[in-house]
Each structure stands twice: as C-alpha cells, then as structure tokens.
C-alpha cells in the first residue's frame, strides 16, 4: 500500500497524541510570526485580496497548532488591513493533511475557534470558513490560482516515499553516521525530486503574486552526518534493533497466513 494512504501523525488528543507531544513544532511556528507578518504586508501591496483570502495549511495534522495557524494569520491579515484602512476579507482557511490524518479532532475544535474570533473581531468579521483537503501535497490538491496564501510547517521533511537505493545502509533507519555516501544520495536525490514536485504543485495553485511560507527543522552544518541530524534518529533506531533481537517487535505480513511472523 502506498505511504500516503497510511501514515499519520497519533491521532486524538490523549497523552502519546500528536495533540499533546508538538511543543517544539509549536515553538517553530511562534518565531515564524514575525516572517508571516513581513510576507503578508507585502501580499497587501501587490494582491488583490479585498473580497476574500484564501490560504492553505499544508501537513497541517491535528490540534492546537493547526488553528495557531490559521489564527495567526487571520490576526495577520486583519492587522494589515487596519493599518491600510481596508475592509477585511471573508477567510477560506484550507487544511490539507494526507488521508489518514485525523481531521475530526481538528472538527471538534471548530465550534471554540469560531466563537472566540467573533468574541475578539466582533459579529461583522469575516466570515471564516474551514475546510479540510485530504491528499498528498506532492500532488494537485487546489484548483489553479486559488491561493492567496500557502503555509506549512514541520512538513516538507516528510519524504513521498522510501528513496530507493538504501541496501547498503544496513540496520540503520535513516541516515546515520555509519550511513555509506550513496545512502545520503539517496536521500538527497529523494528530497530533490519531491521538493521539486512540491514547488510545481503550488506554482499552479497560487494566484499571481502570491506568497508561501514554510517552516521546517534543519540541520545548522552542512555535513549530513553531523551529530546535529543523526544523533537522536540513530538511538532511536538502535532501540528498535535492540528491541527486535528481543523479539518484541513482530512484523506480520499480512499477506502470510496468521501463524506466520517475519521476526
Ligand atoms: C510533524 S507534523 C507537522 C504538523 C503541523 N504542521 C505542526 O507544525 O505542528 C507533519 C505533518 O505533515 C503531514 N504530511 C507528511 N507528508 C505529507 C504529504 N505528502 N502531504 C500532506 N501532508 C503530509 C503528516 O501527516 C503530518 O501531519
């Protein structure tokens, strides 16, 4: 089955929930205000927004931070407007997350971030209204020139699928220190290929004029298997070797009979 049908961030808002566990992705999108402020007061000038904005929150997930978001630049745009004495749009706030991500937890927010915007911007603001898009970002997923505006944090990282060409990275589950040079090829060519499609997606989608944000963890060196990029992901994927040589990992496979384990 292909990765974007199955993966997705802990669903709910429970204790192992993503809800609950993205203090430092929510610490990211804090600082990038000052960047959006800066973005969205030049899309003033030069985009015809005055009926209606319509930005989109890509890999958006599910909780607080995907509203932080949409608040964020809701607060944004109406702080330009005032400041250019302009009417303030109506807002089509799009979530896009792939298929499996769990959207009805960010539905059941709704009710609260609708109330509270119209107790802080009064009855005559807006409206709002959001949507959730499901699908993959490395895809078509917005009509052409339809956005005013597209976000994403703590996303573009996430590859479209396992690079091909990764025999040689033995028990590793990432790159690692260990990690052959054609294994970080692989992955660098892998991220070039999706980063590509990325930009061409939303070069078709975005109104003339528009504007993108993104916001992802990087590296500060430029050597890939600096402690500052392995570190963490290499204990993590020694725990889980060390946790299969005990057998408390099984892989099944679906496709065997059910006594059939790949251990
Ligand atoms: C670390 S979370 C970030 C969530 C949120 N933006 C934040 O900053 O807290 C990364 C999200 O990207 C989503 N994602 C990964 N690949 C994606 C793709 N190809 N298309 C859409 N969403 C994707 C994941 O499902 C996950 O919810």
Redesign the pocket.
């Given at each position: 089955m292909s990765?974007?049908n199955i993966?997705?961030?802990n669903a709910g808002d429970g204790e192992s929930s993503?809800a609950n566990n993205?203090l430092i992705?929510?610490n990211?999108?804090r600082q990038a205000v000052p960047f959006l402020k800066h973005m969205i007061k030049g899309l003033a000038n030069h985009v015809v927004f005055s009926d209606r904005f319509t930005f989109a929150?890509?890999?958006?997930?599910?909780?607080t931070?995907?509203l932080?978001?949409a608040s964020n630049i809701i607060d944004t745009v109406q702080e330009v407007c005032d400041e250019n004495d302009r009417k303030v749009p109506q807002f089509q706030v799009c979530l896009?997350?792939?298929f499996?991500?769990d959207f009805n937890t960010i539905f059941k927010l709704l009710p609260d971030f609708y109330a509270k915007l119209k107790k802080e911007k009064g009855e005559s603001f807006g409206p709002c209204f959001v949507s959730a898009v499901?699908?993959?970002?490395?895809?078509r997923?917005f009509p052409d020139q339809s956005l005013h505006l597209v976000h994403?944090?703590?996303?573009?990282?996430?590859?479209?699928q396992v690079p091909q060409g990764l025999e040689s990275n033995g028990s590793n589950i990432c790159m690692a220190r260990a990690s052959p040079p054609d294994v970080y090829q692989a992955y660098r060519n892998q991220f070039h290929t999706?980063f590509t499609k990325?930009l061409q997606m939303r070069s078709d989608e975005v109104v003339r004029g528009g504007s993108m944000i993104l916001?992802f963890l990087a590296r500060g060196v430029a050597d890939p298997s600096n402690d500052d990029c392995c570190a963490l992901l290499e204990l993590l994927g020694q725990s889980l070797v060390d946790m299969m040589k005990e057998v408390h990992i099984v892989f099944s496979d679906p496709n065997l009979n059910s006594d059939t384990k790949i251990i």
């Open positions: 990765l974007v993966l997705h961030m993503y993205s992705q929510e990211g999108i929150d890509l890999g958006c997930s599910s909780g931070n995907t932080l978001v896009n997350d792939l499996g991500n499901p699908g993959s970002f490395y895809g997923i994403s944090a703590n996303s573009n990282h996430w590859l479209s999706d990325f916001t």
